[in-house]
């Protein structure tokens, strides 16, 4: 039997949570996922994650011809039909669909958080790509096309900013727990499973992966942050409020 919160109690600890705890996690995550990708972008200019990513490559292909990913032919066609959830035409639909709906359900101010959060990511990790230049695997052959550099990987860090920050809001819509963790657990799920098949088609070395979770996570993280500091002062709206 559930005893019912005092409506005062259920209030104090709403704004202890909004104030303090959601704070200090997301700036908890952005300082680890920034301190690993930034270990990570030091072992890979020197070299050092060169021989534990081909094994990982080397592992996922058939030894008898590395040019064949491991499985039948249906797993490699559905790693091309997830990896397609991370690419920029996909996640830019799914971003405007949330912006639209954001301004059909009245909250101006988040949808203009979730246009700030998708684009500044996207310019970060072109300017990331740019400054340490990795060239693309040439361990095996490339089950599907890319034009990019390979450090880090533009799928993985687009698809936890993009689906993480859609999860974390969805999370402030609903109120019951199972849901909340539904929504995350989905957002998280997504992430990961674009992020491995980047290395499952041999587009991206597995560092790349891990380096593009790490600053797609803290990039999100950081945004969050700063929806939370707005959305206490008021800039941002509230669940269930509209302007």
Request: hydrophobic content about 50%; overall charge positive.
């Amino acid at each position: 039997m559930h005893l019912p919160v005092p409506s005062t109690a259920r209030t104090l600890w709403l704004r202890f949570r909004l104030n303090e705890v959601g704070p200090l996690l997301s700036l908890l995550a952005l300082a680890v996922c920034a301190w690993v990708f930034i270990e990570l972008a030091d072992y890979v200019t020197e070299g050092q994650t060169h021989e534990w990513d081909q094994a990982i490559m080397l592992a996922l292909r058939n030894p008898q011809n590395p040019a064949d990913p491991l499985g039948p032919g249906w797993l490699e066609e559905a790693a091309r039909d997830i990896t397609a959830l991370g690419g920029t035409t996909i996640l830019l639909l799914v971003t405007f669909a949330a912006i639209v709906y954001l301004l059909m359900a009245g909250k101006k101010a988040a949808a203009v958080l979730v246009f700030v959060t998708v684009d500044g990511g996207l310019l970060l990790s072109n300017g990331l790509k740019m400054l340490f230049d990795r060239p693309r695997p040439d361990l095996v052959a490339h089950a599907v096309r890319v034009y990019t550099a390979s450090f880090p990987s533009g799928h993985a860090m687009l698809s936890a900013v993009v689906y993480l920050t859609l999860g974390a809001l969805l999370t402030r819509i609903v109120k019951r727990r199972r849901i909340k963790v539904f929504f995350m657990g989905l957002a998280i799920f997504l992430t990961l499973m674009v992020g491995s098949s980047r290395v499952y088609l041999g587009v991206h070395w597995p560092s790349d992966v891990l380096a593009g979770w790490c600053v797609g996570a803290a990039w999100a993280s950081l945004c969050w942050f700063i929806a939370l500091q707005l959305q206490r002062g008021g800039q941002v709206e509230r669940p269930g409020e509209h302007s």
